[in-house]
């Protein structure tokens, strides 16, 4: 695809550059609705699901690429098809029953409108990529009046990001020509972040029936339960070690044995 004269690159460029501050606006309006309910958790609830918080824009200089090479304008039209990852944000948390309840309480908000999902949680990408993807407007109130912005928020847990951060890396070190042994190391790794995200949550779980089972406020209760999980923990290691040295000596008995005529 040929690129469009330097008057023109130059004219997008502006456009761009005088719009992005309508996109940070947005991103800022959102920001301010999660910070809030991070900020909720932890001086209310006993339980915060909102590890961290953090936010990118797209450079103008970034934005211009992705236009030329879609071939699309800077129309809202255009960039609601193209270009929706303008402004975004990326929520990371403990565990996967987290994803779900954060975007619950994101989505709840009247003034927030979901325009589209792409759960790869639950269908996770070929390449093992794992997160929740919302794409949603926010009305930013201008002195020209108002406006709706598009945001993406991104959601998942601290192993999926983790996994995520590393991937990007290498792609970027191969200029995404990865070779095949190393995509098929990363799948893998994606499947053992999986399950551990998976295992987290049920030990959480288990932790929270203790505690109700128990009940107390004091922080003694979290802490027994704690305890308690580590010596099951502790006590199943055994049982296996136990299974694995019997099932070793009963082969062993069978290899010495004298063969039968």
Known sequence: MSLPPITQLRELRRDVQ????HFKFGMDEVL???????????????????ESVSSRL????????KIVRKGCSYTPE??????????????????????YKIKELLLGQKDITLVDERDYVKYPKENGYSSLHLIVTVPVFLSSGHKDVMVEVQIRTIAMDFWASLEHKIHYKYQGAVPEQLESEL????????????KMQSLHEQVQAMAEDEPSNSETTVLDALDKL????????RNDEASSLKMAQESKEEAEAPARP
């Open 58 to 65: 797209k450079t103008p200089a970034s934005i211009v690429e």
């Open 187 to 198: 799948k893998l790794a994606a499947e053992i972040a999986t399950r551990l995200d998976y």
């Open 78 to 99: 255009d960039l609601a098809v193209h270009v929706r990852d303008i402004a975004g944000i990326r929520i990371t948390c403990s565990f996967v029953q987290d994803i």
């Open 230 to 237: 580590v010596l099951m923990a502790l006590q199943n290691k």
């Open 32 to 50: 301010t609705k999660i910070n809030i309910l991070r900020e909720e958790f932890a001086h209310v609830h006993e339980y915060n699901p909102i």
């Open 18 to 21: 005088e719009n992005l501050l």
